[in-house]
């Protein structure tokens, strides 16, 4: 059972090129979250999905486009991207959007911006 | 405003050595508290939820507390393996707040 799954696990971009982060998850959650980690920061949320087809605006989403266009995948796109866009971005998923269901994380993705 | 502070930031201990870390909060409508764990270069891992002040959950050498105002994860004769960012994320009926964690590292 892979849970969720995150690729690539780690990437160096330079400034202004663009790139799509996926996560897969296989138990079959209808919400999907993408959060970025900052050193001395908790998780903030960028954009998350309440099911197939949707997305919405978290916390942080400037800079940054999502899409689910599969129940199972959550893509996060960087257009241009910046140096402040340096950090450990986490995929995560949930069986429903009530806040009293855990959150199931994959490993991450290392970005580096140049 | 809501908030969440995990202390203390880092923490070292002595295999076998006992302690608390505490997360404190100021949040609205509060419905419950998760635990969570983050080892290096993995993402977090689900630990406890705590839904009401006094109660208390247990899983090997870790056990969680919640009061009204702020929870207590207890190590209880901690191993090297316990070494682990652990993370409290109180929430209400809206959304989470996530602390920023206490590194722990037990040496053996």
């Known amino acids: 059972n892979a849970g969720v799954t995150q690729t690539p696990k780690f990437r160096v971009l330079k400034t202004g090129q663009s790139m799509t982060l996926l996560c897969a998850q296989d138990?079959?959650?209808?919400?999907m979250y993408w959060y970025r980690q900052d050193p001395g920061m908790g998780l903030r949320l960028i954009h998350y999905?309440?099911?197939?087809?949707?997305?919405a605006k978290g916390e942080v989403p400037d800079g940054y486009n999502v899409s689910r266009l599969k129940k199972q995948n959550f893509l996060l796109g960087l257009e241009s991207a910046a140096p402040s866009q340096t950090s450990v971005y986490f995929c995560a998923s949930s069986y429903s959007g009530q806040t009293n269901q855990p959150q199931h994380f994959g490993d991450g993705t290392r970005l580096s911006i140049l | 405003e809501d908030q969440v502070t995990q202390s203390p930031e880092a923490l070292r201990l002595q295999e076998g050595e006992s302690s608390s870390l505490n997360c404190s909060y100021t949040v609205s409508g509060l419905r419950g508290l998760f635990w969570y764990r983050q080892d290096p270069g993995k993402g977090p891992e689900f630990l406890f939820t705590?839904?009401?002040a006094g109660e208390e959950k247990e899983k090997e050498r870790l056990k969680a507390t919640l009061t009204k105002k702020e929870s207590f994860l207890h190590i209880t004769a901690p191993k090297p393996e316990d070494s682990a960012t652990y993370l409290c994320y109180p929430y209400n009926f809206n959304k989470f707040y996530f602390g920023s964690g206490t590194k722990l590292n037990v040496k053996p």
């Open positions: 705590l839904y009401s």
């Open positions: 138990m079959n959650h209808e919400y």
């Open positions: 999905s309440v099911g197939e087809g949707t997305t």
